[in-house]
């Protein structure tokens, strides 16, 4: 028989194992998400009564000359930094900040007149274009501030840029939706083109975190078109001719400090605004693919039928002859007139064993005056790469293009190729995937392979044009098919939250378990001092 003090000893101990199994069930439901908004929101407003504090006490929030302070990234150092700002100028879309010491060197009423110009020029032109283009600035992420209005910071930070740390709970966050800008811009149209370009990677930010830089950058770039600010410069972004002497640099791996980059990527966006759509770039901004897959996604989706690789190979054929008129005007461009500058000419034949480094996804040209009417191209190369070959001719018939993919198993392959009195061949030659690339380069040059080109006269008579080309151009129309219906950021914080998701799903379970056994064992305690 039980006494009093063993009966009150077993109560006290099934009280505290109780609380510690409340306590589990709790923590466990808190990591696996049920708590998580109410403790963002808790750290949201200690952050904002932190960051937004009224460093001007007759001003309120959201009063022009309200100040407050901002975490800025220093891009030669690394490392982040505060600066005070006081509001200038409020639209109904943004909020234009300006550094005080910047206010002090430009003085108080030119500082003001730049933020009411920039205020009026984001309301009415860039607001409205770029979110007709990228959609609405919350996105999927949400608005973190609650405040509609995009934040525009003119700083002596020497940079333009977007950071996706001030939409998130992070250490050096702001908590609103902004953009970064040098406050002294001598160039009013780029200055504008600037803001357009940094708006269309917030809005892209807030959709989806893991897109590489090169369709981020890409579609950003034609942000600035699209805005209307590239009219001053023909409608070319001013970095295109710099790429343009360049067409060796990689497309998919991306180096911020190479303008080179910039350029590729804008004629990537326009070529495929220009042939396809725009509707197609803003369905890359939803599209669950990432890079090269996405844009193969939301191009078949549209009932274009056609790969990646397809694409490309179109894609640097146009950037090397830009002719239209021929085969749905696929291998040119008709806003403006591009070409690429830099190629290898070939005008003495045989030209035997010309060796080329090339870059993944990188391309060379090779100019050939005055080819044979019959001459073979053979290409010899590692046993272990696949090289995509695009032969664009010009002959009494007009311009034809043959395209042909040689696979990894392949070392040396052969093409014979003919036409009618040539008078002027390229030659393009490119280091790719064998398949749609589904690894999502980030940063860097990317890796390179040799090949050995030789360009000889052919003694093959019978091989026709449609037998030459793997790749047909009519497969690659800028119709849609009948058949199918048409349809500078901080990497970090996204790595580190992907890594808090990985592991709170892993604590979530493990927490449930532990809970499960502790129940298993109160249960038997009990059945047994029964």
């Known amino acids: 028989m039980l006494t009093i003090s063993k009966c009150k000893d077993r ?82 879309y943004g909020c234009i900040f300006m550094e005080t010491s910047c206010i002090a060197d430009l003085g108080e009423s030119i500082a003001t007149e730049q933020c009411e110009n920039i205020r009026d020029e984001f309301d009415d032109s860039i607001y409205p274009r770029i979110t007709d283009l990228a959609g609405h600035p919350s996105g999927r992420l949400g608005d973190i501030d609650g405040d509609p209005r995009i934040v525009i910071l003119l700083s002596s930070n020497p940079a333009a ?45 807030n959709n989806e975190w893991d897109e590489p830089p090169f369709t981020l950058e890409a579609l950003a770039q034609y942000a600035m078109y699209y805005a209307g600010y590239l009219e001053a410069y023909d409608n070319i972004a001013p970095q295109v001719q710099n790429f343009l002497s360049q067409p060796g640099d990689s497309l998919l791996y991306w180096n911020s400090e190479n303008s080179n980059d910039y350029g590729s990527a804008y004629l990537l966006a326009f070529y495929l605004a220009e042939h396809y759509g725009v509707d197609i770039l803003r369905k890359l901004i939803t599209e669950p693919d990432d890079g090269p897959l996405g844009i193969e996604a939301v191009l078949q989706s549209a009932g274009y039928n056609i790969t990646f690789n397809e694409f490309y190979m179109n894609w640097i054929t146009a950037l ?26 070939v005008d003495v034949f045989p030209y035997i064993d010309g060796t080329i480094t090339l870059r993944y996804y990188g391309f060379h040209i090779y100019k050939i005056h ?3 009417d019959n001459f073979t191209v053979q290409i010899r190369k590692s046993s272990n790469q696949t090289i995509g070959v695009s032969v664009a001719m010009y002959d009494n018939l007009g311009w034809h293009v043959h395209q042909n993919v040689y696979y990894e198993a392949d070392s040396i392959t052969t093409d014979h190729l ?35 080109i030789s360009i000889t006269p052919s003694t093959c008579q019978s091989t026709s044009k449609e037998s030459m080309t793997s790749i047909p151009t009519n497969t690659t129309s800028s119709t849609p098919s009948n058949s ?47």
């Open 484 to 530: 199918d219906t048409a349809q500078s950021t901080v990497s970090n914080a996204s790595v580190e939250t992907n890594s808090e998701i990985s592991v709170e799903g892993t604590a979530q379970y493990s927490g449930i378990a532990l809970i499960l056994f502790i129940i298993v064992l109160w249960t038997k305690k009990r059945q047994r001092s029964r």
């Open 418 to 452: 003919m036409g009618h009195s040539i008078d002027l061949a390229y030659l393009i030659t490119s280091y790719i995937s064998n398949h749609t690339p589904t690894d999502t380069p980030e940063y860097g040059l990317g890796p390179t392979t040799d090949v050995t």
């Open 370 to 372: 005055s080819p044979p």
């Open 320 to 345: 090397t002859i830009d002719e239209v008129g021929f085969d749905n005007n696929l291998f040119g461009f008709e806003t403006f007139d591009v070409q690429m500058t830099e190629y290898t000419t």
């Open 11 to 92: 109560i006290q101990k099934q009280i505290i194992l109780l609380f510690l199994v409340i306590f589990l069930i709790i923590s466990t439901l808190k990591t696996a998400g049920a708590f998580t908004d109410v403790s963002f929101l808790y750290h949201v407003q200690m952050q904002k009564e932190l960051h937004f504090q009224n460093l001007s006490q007759d001003k309120e929030v959201g009063e022009v000359g309200y100040e407050r302070t901002f975490w800025t990234y220093n891009f030669d150092t690394s490392l982040y930094y505060e600066l005070n700002a006081t509001l200038l100028a409020i639209g109904q």
């Open 161 to 205: 840029y977007y950071s996706e740390v001030n939409d998130i709970h992070h250490e050096y966050s702001n908590l609103c939706e902004m953009v970064y800008l040098y406050y002294k811009q001598y160039r009013w149209n780029w200055c504008l083109a600037l803001i357009a370009h940094e708006f269309h990677h917030l809005i892209w930010f």
